[in-house]
């Protein structure tokens, strides 16, 4: 922008596409050191002390401001989380050029377990599901490396002896207490009884107190919950093909990996927020919501202010919404792959063609109409 401004370029376009909204002041010190009289007068027009990073960015942008997915640019002028905590400085701006979703593509193709992708018949994605479970759990009973801590048993025995009908439930990514929910998929978790249910974690943290909360879970559901806190360097394809569900209880998704557990045959279960919105629909996954009326700024900030210490969050009321939600959507899930299984394996078959639809030449064609306002 400045090389068009002096005269470097003849033509140029400016162009936004945010991730999520975390922002940081610029103080006006650093400002005015580094621009000339007319922009220190332009930049003055601004209230307050300081701006922002993205109140000096977004007004250099030429385009309309996106993001990567449909669902998360409505969540910037619409959610509370965005309106009244992330984000209520740049409100103004978003509603001014308003936010344009471009749904990101996948990183993963169908696994080549399903080579027929969504014209396989029900029966043959049962045995193949089946089959990629049991090479799973093998791996659980043999890869315990020295980080993993939790153990998973059956009636107190091996876990290779675990019945088709009990679910394998997997949460995978880093550990981001801020926005990735590990602690509220700990508080359901905690609901099931011993052997109604399998779950392996596998976060990555920065610090590694983060994990008391799952030393403490692991403990309470010995048996149930096993924790890998590391990039596996064994198991994770069989991981992600064998789960029953793969759940995702964000806090807020930019876009998310709904995507590729069902590319990887594996059904979702996540929070309606963000992109996982875009993906997770009725016929391929489970979609929750904690009750409206605990979605308030007051327990948003009592939330994120606990971030250093989760366990303290037990006496959020948002938090213990988001918890029992997600418990009775799990159950309402393990319920379909019990006693309807049939719709469970429709479940993969749908999800196969669902991240199908996630193209990056898709994303490409639609930001490069978004280039194209700014060209003519």
């Given at each position: 922008?400045?090389?068009?401004?002096?005269?470097?370029l003849?033509?140029?376009?400016?162009?936004q596409?945010?991730?999520?909204?975390?922002d940081s002041?610029?103080?006006?010190?650093?400002?005015?050191?580094?621009?000339?009289?007319?922009?220190?007068?332009?930049?003055?027009?601004f209230?307050?002390?300081?701006?922002?990073?993205?109140?000096?960015g977004?007004g250099?942008?030429?385009?309309?401001?996106?993001?990567?997915?449909?669902n998360f640019?409505?969540?910037?002028?619409?959610?509370v989380?965005m309106?009244?905590?992330?984000?209520?400085?740049?409100?103004?701006?978003?509603?001014?050029?308003?936010?344009?979703?471009?749904?990101?593509?996948?990183?993963?193709?169908?696994?080549?377990?399903y080579?027929?992708?969504e014209?396989?018949?029900?029966?043959?994605?049962?045995a193949?599901?089946?089959?990629?479970?049991?090479?799973?759990?093998?791996?659980?009973?043999?890869?315990?490396?020295e980080?993993?801590?939790?153990?998973?048993?059956?009636?107190?025995?091996?876990?290779?002896?675990?019945p088709?009908?009990?679910?394998?439930?997997?949460m995978?990514?880093?550990?981001?207490?801020l926005?990735k929910?590990?602690?509220?998929?700990?508080?359901?978790?905690?609901?099931?009884?011993?052997?109604?249910?399998?779950?392996i974690?596998?976060?990555?943290?920065?610090?590694?107190?983060?994990?008391?909360?799952?030393?403490?879970?692991?403990?309470?559901c010995?048996?149930?919950?096993?924790?890998f806190?590391?990039?596996?360097?064994?198991?994770?394809?069989e991981?992600q093909?064998?789960?029953?569900?793969?759940?995702?209880?964000?806090?807020?998704e930019?876009?998310?990996?709904?995507v590729?557990?069902?590319a990887s045959?594996?059904v979702?279960i996540?929070?309606?927020t963000?992109?996982l919105?875009d993906?997770?629909?009725r016929?391929?996954g489970?979609?929750?919501?904690?009750?409206?009326?605990?979605?308030?700024?007051?327990?948003i900030?009592?939330?994120?202010?606990?971030?250093?210490i989760?366990?303290?969050?037990?006496?959020?009321?948002?938090?213990?919404?988001?918890a029992?939600?997600?418990?009775?959507v799990?159950?309402?899930?393990?319920?379909?792959?019990i006693?309807?299984p049939?719709?469970?394996?429709?479940?993969?078959?749908?999800?196969?063609?669902?991240a199908?639809?996630?193209?990056?030449g898709?994303?490409?064609?639609?930001?490069?109409?978004?280039?194209?306002?700014?060209?003519?």
């Amino acid at each position: 922008k400045e090389a068009m401004l002096n005269g470097t370029l003849e033509s140029c376009g400016t162009l936004q596409t945010i991730h999520n909204s975390f922002d940081s002041p610029v103080s006006w010190r650093l400002l005015t050191g580094i621009m000339d009289r007319s922009r220190k007068q332009k930049l003055a027009e601004f209230p307050g002390e300081d701006l922002s990073a993205y109140q000096i960015g977004l007004g250099l942008v030429d385009a309309p401001i996106t993001t990567v997915s449909t669902n998360f640019a409505a969540e910037f002028t619409t959610d509370v989380l965005m309106t009244e905590h992330f984000a209520p400085h740049l409100q103004s701006i978003f509603r001014k050029s308003s936010v344009y979703g471009i749904n990101n593509g996948t990183f993963v193709s169908i696994s080549d377990k399903y080579p027929k992708k969504e014209t396989h018949t029900i029966e043959e994605v049962r045995a193949i599901k089946l089959k990629r479970r049991k090479s799973l759990l093998s791996i659980l009973s043999r890869y315990k490396p020295e980080e993993r801590f939790g153990e998973l048993t059956y009636q107190g025995g091996s876990i290779t002896r675990l019945p088709d009908n009990v679910p394998i439930v997997v949460m995978s990514g880093r550990l981001d207490p801020l926005q990735k929910g590990y602690d509220i998929f700990l508080r359901a978790i905690e609901q099931f009884q011993e052997d109604e249910i399998k779950v392996i974690l596998t976060p990555m943290p920065v610090d590694y107190s983060d994990l008391d909360y799952f030393y403490e879970a692991a403990c309470k559901c010995k048996g149930n919950i096993t924790v890998f806190p590391f990039k596996m360097q064994r198991g994770y394809r069989e991981l992600q093909e064998g789960a029953t569900f793969g759940v995702m209880p964000s806090i807020y998704e930019p876009f998310g990996a709904a995507v590729e557990y069902m590319a990887s045959g594996t059904v979702n279960i996540g929070r309606a927020t963000g992109g996982l919105v875009d993906q997770i629909s009725r016929n391929c996954g489970f979609l929750y919501r904690e009750d409206a009326v605990f979605y308030t700024l007051e327990n948003i900030t009592a939330f994120i202010e606990s971030a250093d210490i989760v366990q303290m969050r037990k006496t959020n009321p948002w938090a213990e919404s988001m918890a029992d939600n997600l418990y009775d959507v799990m159950k309402k899930a393990i319920n379909v792959y019990i006693n309807h299984p049939e719709k469970y394996y429709k479940m993969v078959l749908n999800g196969f063609e669902k991240a199908e639809g996630f193209s990056w030449g898709v994303n490409a064609k639609q930001y490069y109409q978004v280039y194209d306002m700014i060209r003519s």
